[in-house]
């Protein structure tokens, strides 16, 4: 599939970022950010300071070359607020087209806040809640309800609504930001729900937040944030100075440091408006609207953990389509799960073959950390943290090891048994069938009173082995079941690939 491209001339920053293909999961290929500021001063003077438009113009150029010599014909280019609003906009533009070739589009607030609802569906399929991006200039407010965006709105203050050029803070922010807060009519309908963030302050907030805490992971998508804990953090760091701000220097960039304070107190205020029963920090945005908008509403539909799953197999896998498959043959091991754990254990299911091609000694740390620090969407922090474990299980690994600390401080203790289970119960089927259909359709589990029974067709016996046999005593032995193995058990299904 061809790539697609897409250019954000926002009020902080420009970036482009070019994805493999329309597909439900959008695999990054390349992404760049500058910090290029054309926000600064708009509110101030109405215009787009000089050094901002020619730091984002030079950018511009740069991006026209990479995206001709990548062999980009998919491309859209879109620029919001500071443009939008800055008396200068349409001559930057039209500066823009001259010099590059690439015609920008200035969206509306509220196209705006349309395609920030559809990035955070498109990451999170069964969102239900408000959305709010935070950009320099601007805030979009959208209440998102499973892959539907409906009420949306754009509000005029950003961080760089309230700074001048040298950026100094004026007005009455709080005030302001109560007063436009307060006229949105429909926001008071949909108090108490879950509340999306994004936009880059907003995600370095989480990180503040994650350094203070301890927090093992450094993925800022998908983390949660206790309500308390978010507002406490949001005014403390509301009235810190630019000099006490600098204790985060190392961790945020200075241009974020700069509009740090004012982010966090929209944040607070927005928060004690909303009152949500919990946080969650998106890593999708905008430009993930613009990729979730072109897809047809079959691949909308699509899971996108599952469908995520999927491709991965099918780059590292052997037996791409052995997912199911799995599922099916350990089926009786999990009556009672519930449909979230049985969507994970699929995903399982479909990465348990992606390990195979390291080392034998190192497959089961190769597996967990490819699920630890990679790209997985459509899933919470205690599901990676599930999924990796089952993994490490499933190539060997033991749990409690080193390798596996990360993962126990994301899930709890029946997480821990869950994930036990089914990579044992798949450690066992990959051996007993060799990873494939044929070998899966020779043999069958069941529970019958105290005893695992593993049922083979007639003539099959010489599939258990030494290492099959140990391999099934212990799945039995962590259920607390006896192992029985039944020769000519049960007439299972004709071999089919």
């Known amino acids: 599939m061809d790539k697609f491209a897409v250019i954000d001339i926002g009020s902080n920053s420009v970036r482009l970022v070019v994805y493999e293909s329309r597909r439900r999961v959008p695999y990054v290929i390349f992404n760049e950010k500058v910090l290029c500021g054309l926000g600064r001063g708009v509110s101030e003077t109405g215009l787009m300071m000089d050094d901002s438009m020619e ?62 609802g559809l990035g955070v569906v498109c990451a999170f399929p069964r969102a239900h809640g408000i959305a709010g991006d935070l ?56 108090t108490g729900q879950s509340f999306y963030a994004v936009g880059g302050s907003w995600r370095a907030f989480a990180k503040i937040n994650m350094l203070e805490t301890g927090y093992p992971l450094n993925n800022i998508h998908n983390y949660r944030i206790e309500v308390d804990d978010a507002l406490a953090l949001a005014k403390k760091l509301s009235k810190m100075t630019p000099e006490e701000l600098q204790v985060y220097a190392g961790h945020i960039s200075t241009r974020r440091l700069r509009v740090l304070s004012l982010s966090a107190l929209i944040l607070w205020r927005v928060l004690k408006k909303l009152k949500p029963v ?39 896998g052997r037996f791409p389509e052995h997912g199911l498959r799995l599922l099916n043959w350990i089926e009786p091991l999990f009556e009672n799960e519930s449909p979230e754990d049985r969507r994970l254990r699929l995903a399982i299911c479909m990465l348990s073959d992606v390990g195979w091609r390291g080392h034998p000694e190192y497959r089961a740390e190769k597996v967990i950390s490819e699920i630890m620090y990679g790209r997985l969407i459509g899933i919470d922090h205690r599901g990676i943290g599930l999924i990796g474990l089952a993994l490490y299980v499933c190539y060997g690994g033991s749990i409690g090891d080193n390798n596996t600390n990360i993962c126990l401080s994301l899930v709890s203790e029946e997480d821990v048994q869950y994930a036990r289970r089914v990579g044992l119960g798949l450690r066992l089927a990959q051996r007993l069938s060799a990873g494939t259909a044929r070998g899966l359709n020779a043999a069958s589990l069941e529970i019958d009173g105290s005893q695992l029974l593993l049922n083979l067709q007639p003539g099959k016996e010489d599939l258990i082995n030494e290492v099959v046999r140990r391999r099934f005593d212990k799945l039995a032995s962590e259920f607390g079941l006896e192992a029985v193995v039944r020769p000519d058990a049960v007439s299972l299904p004709e071999e089919t690939e």
């Open 278 to 316: 919990e946080i969650v920090v998106s890593g999708y945005g905008i430009r993930e609207g613009l990729l979730f908008d072109g897809m047809p509403s079959s691949v909308q539909n699509e899971d996108p953990l599952i469908q995520g799953c999927h491709e991965v197999a099918e780059m590292t």
């Open 55 to 116: 730091a984002a113009l030079h950018t511009l150029k740069r991006f026209a070359l990479l995206i001709d010599k990548m062999e980009i014909s998919d491309l859209r280019a879109i620029a919001t607020s500071a443009v939008r609003d800055a008396k200068n906009g349409p001559d930057f533009i039209e500066t823009v087209r001259e010099t590059t070739g690439i015609d920008v589009e200035v969206i509306d607030g509220e196209e705006e806040g349309r395609l920030a």
């Open 135 to 190: 950009g320099g200039g601007s805030l979009e407010l959208i209440h998102v309800n499973n892959l539907d965006v409906c009420e949306k709105v754009t509000l005029p203050i950003g961080p760089l609504q309230f700074q001048n050029r040298e950026g100094e803070v004026f007005h009455t922010p709080k005030k302001e930001i109560d007063r436009v807060l307060s006229e949105v009519d429909w926001l008071d309908e949909y």
